[in-house]
C-alpha cells in the first residue's frame, strides 16, 4: 500500500457514508410520499396488511444504526492516520496532509489555508507523500489497511 492509497482511506469511508446519508434521504420521501390508488379490479390473495411506509420506516432506522457505526469508524480511522501523520518532522508537510486527507479540503483552500499558491502547496504535498513513505520504510511502520471495513 502507498502512503497516498493510505492517507486516502478515510476520504473514501467518508464518500461512502455520503452515499449512505444520500439512500437515507432517498428513503425519507419515500416514506412521506403517498401512492396512487389502483382503481381496477384485482385479486390479491397475499394482500398487504402494513402500510407501504412502514418498510421504509424499518429501513430508514437500520441506515441511521448503519451511518452511526460508520462515523465511529471513520472517526478511528482518522485518528490512526493523523497519528501517522504526527510522526512527520515538517510542520508544513503535516498541516497538508491534514488538511487534503482528514479535513477532505480541496487544493484551492489547502493552499488558501496556508497562505501558499496551489503550486507551492502541491510542490510541498509530492515532497510530504515521498517523506511519509521514506518514515514508513524506515522505521517499519505497519499501515493499516481500512479496506476490509467497507
Excluded: C, P
Excluded at 25 to 33: K, M
Excluded at 78 to 89: C, F, G, M
Excluded at 110 to 120: E, Q, T
Amino acid at each position: 500500500m502507498t502512503a497516498k492509497e493510505y492517507l486516502r482511506q478515510a476520504f473514501l469511508f467518508n464518500e461512502n457514508i455520503k452515499s449512505k446519508m444520500t439512500e437515507l434521504e432517498s428513503y425519507r420521501e419515500l416514506s412521506f410520499s403517498i401512492s396512487g390508488s389502483n382503481l381496477n379490479e384485482r385479486v390479491n390473495l397475499s394482500r398487504q396488511t402494513s402500510a407501504l411506509y412502514e418498510k421504509y420506516l424499518v429501513k430508514i432506522i437500520d441506515l441511521e444504526k448503519q451511518i452511526e457505526k460508520d462515523n465511529l469508524i471513520l472517526s478511528d480511522i482518522r485518528l490512526a492516520i493523523d497519528k501517522e501523520i504526527d510522526k512527520l518532522d515538517d510542520i508544513n508537510e503535516r498541516l497538508v496532509l491534514r488538511y487534503r486527507y482528514l479535513m477532505f479540503d480541496s487544493w484551492d483552500e489547502v493552499a488558501k489555508k496556508l497562505n501558499y499558491s496551489k503550486r507551492w502547496t502541491l510542490r510541498i504535498h509530492d515532497i510530504a507523500i515521498l517523506d511519509f513513505e521514506t518514515m514508513v520504510k524506515e522505521k517499519n511502520i505497519e499501515l493499516i489497511d481500512f479496506k476490509n471495513i467497507f
